[in-house]
T-cell receptor, first 112, second 111 residues
Framework: DAGVTQSPTHLIKTRGQQVTLRCSPKSGHDTVSWYQQALGQGPQFIFQYYEEEERQRGNFPDRFSGHQFPNYSSELNVNALLLGDSALYLC???????????FGPGTRLTVL | QKEVEQNSGPLSVPEGAIASLNCTYSDRGSQSFFWYRQYSGKSPELIMFIYSNGDKEDGRFTAQLNKASQYVSLLIRDSQPSDSATYLCAVIKAAGNKLTFGGGTRVLVKP
């Protein structure tokens, strides 16, 4: 039973560039949430996708956007990268709303 | 006031002892409570969840919830060096499914 997978593992970008991160949910799960975790802090909620729609959004600017595909996989896009966007980006999947969320291994983004 | 608060630690515990971690939350409407373990450089791993007042035990872990006091705790019995990690408390409020995390408590189990 495959768990949550994310790609790429690591990514280095420069300021102003754009990045796309990918996530495949755990088998049987239909809801994907994205979180940003800065060093030494707890994860911060970015947004959540269910039935291919953004259902909830955290306090992140419009530079952060996403998508969910019919197979429940998801992408996170970040435009106009800033140094402060350097963080571990985590994808979590769950079955429906309000249930336990399981995290993927994360993508470490470094913005130079 | 932060929505979810944890003591950052480090909490130093002798091997074999009980580690006690605490978490408080501000939204009285919070409904679901989770404990995640995160090793350095890794992603959070779900170890416990609790929805109702009282205790819930799973192996060496016990979660305790007191909604009246807006308090949730995690006990780790017979602590092992492999338990050394950061423990994240997270809550889900009544409206929505997003996890709101505390800053985490770093636990060090010394042989």
């Amino acid at each position: 039973d495959a768990g949550v997978t994310q790609s790429p593992t690591h990514l280095i970008k420069t300021r102003g560039q754009q990045v796309t991160l990918r996530c495949s949910p755990k088998s049987g799960h239909d809801t994907v949430s994205w979180y940003q975790q800065a060093l030494g802090q707890g994860p911060q909620f970015i947004f959540q996708y269910y039935e291919e729609e953004e259902r909830q959004r955290g306090n992140f600017p419009d530079r952060f956007s996403g998508h969910q595909f019919p197979n429940y996989s998801s992408e996170l896009n970040v435009n106009a990268l800033l140094l402060g966007d350097s963080a571990l980006y985590l994808c979590a999947s769950s079955l429906g709303v309000g249930n336990e969320q399981f995290f993927g291994p994360g993508t470490r983004l470094t913005v130079l | 006031q932060k929505e979810v608060e944890q003591n950052s630690g480090p909490l130093s515990v002798p091997e074999g002892a009980i580690a006690s971690l605490n978490c408080t939350y501000s939204d009285r409407g919070s409904q679901s409570f989770f404990w995640y373990r995160q090793y350095s450089g890794k992603s959070p791993e779900l170890i416990m969840f609790i929805y109702s007042n009282g205790d819930k035990e799973d192996g060496r872990f016990t979660a305790q919830l007191n909604k009246a006091s807006q308090y949730v705790s995690l006990l780790i019995r017979d602590s092992q060096p492999s338990d050394s990690a950061t423990y994240l408390c997270a809550v889900i409020k009544a409206a929505g499914n997003k996890l709101t995390f505390g800053g985490g408590t770093r636990v060090l189990v010394k042989p």
